[in-house]
């Protein structure tokens, strides 16, 4: 949890949120960042604020400097998240991590993927391609995520193909990280006792994940990824960020992941779940 009330600098949280992209493996080692003109055009941000952030990540040991190329990405040792032995539980275990739109649920999830070899399995990379065309044949623009006819008829449906390729893998022995919002899936007791139960059938364990952060830090990412589907957010922000609840959480046992700037590096977080993990499992 933070150690303080004071606010983070825009600096802070663009550092943050370029460090969630090199633990997600989104950035990789040795590949060179876009200039800081680039870089203050696609945060918006001042060139001052971009060096700041910068300065932050190459004391951190993120990123270093080099004459001709810039900056470029580094992982040091003490970044790197390959364990010594990939983890391979007895019983495979499916980790359900969700979020509000915005949070970073998918660079925790990935993180931890990168951190245990287990498969990685994104709602949007396996669902957008069916659901956008099928929200096009029914008349509604494929960034509708709003609509009853997007709740009712095809939000159940992208969350059956997501549960399908689960069940594909535990079915193998193959753990699973499975990333979405599950904001209705996680107050809902009888999905909750569905999923467990389904875990069982196959002897396989759920942990569910909740990543939280705060309003600022959600409005930065969701303007930076600059997804269509987030224009309903974005142009009216004030009305939409007043009907979420900061204070969510899953109705059931679970795990809160903080992805602030003063929050521990998802890494950090991560290689503590493995721990508990490998506790769990005995090894």
């Known amino acids: 949890m933070p150690a303080s009330d004071a606010k983070p600098t825009a600096p802070a949280r663009i550092a943050q949120a370029i460090r969630n992209d090199i633990e997600a493996g989104r950035l990789r080692d040795g590949q060179r960042l876009p200039s800081t003109r680039e870089l203050a055009k696609e945060w918006q941000a001042s060139q001052r604020t971009i060096s700041d952030a910068m300065d932050l990540l190459v004391k951190e040991g993120y990123v270093a400097t080099q004459n001709r190329s810039g900056r470029i990405v580094t992982t040091p ?35 931890l993927a990168r951190a245990t070899n287990w498969a990685f399995l994104d709602k949007d990379t396996i669902a957008r391609p069916l659901i956008e065309p099928a929200l096009e044949d029914l008349g509604h623009s494929v960034n509708d995520r709003e609509s009853d006819i997007y709740f009712d008829r095809l939000r159940p449906r992208e969350y ?13 022995g193959t753990s699973v990280i499975a990333t979405a919002p599950y904001i209705r899936e996680f107050t809902n007791r009888a999905w909750l006792d569905r999923v467990t ?33 987030d224009n309903g957010k974005l142009a009216d922000w004030d009305h939409y960020s007043a009907g979420l609840d900061l204070d969510f959480r899953p109705e059931t046992e679970h795990v809160v992941i903080d992805n602030d700037p003063d929050s521990p590096p998802l890494r950090t977080q991560a290689q503590q779940l493995i721990e508990s993990f490998r506790r769990d499992s005995g090894q």
């Open 77 to 111: 040792t003490s970044v790197t998240l390959a364990l010594s032995s990939p983890l391979r539980p007895i019983r495979p275990r499916i980790v359900y991590v969700g979020g509000f739109p915005g949070s970073g649920k998918s660079e925790f999830a990935r993180t």
């Open 160 to 172: 059956e193909a997501l549960e399908g390729v689960i069940n594909d893998n535990i079915a193998v």
């Open 197 to 229: 139960a389904r875990g069982e059938t196959y002897d396989a364990d759920c942990t569910f994940v909740w990543v939280r952060c705060s309003l600022d830090t959600m409005l930065m990412y969701l303007k930076r990824r600059g997804a269509g589907r």
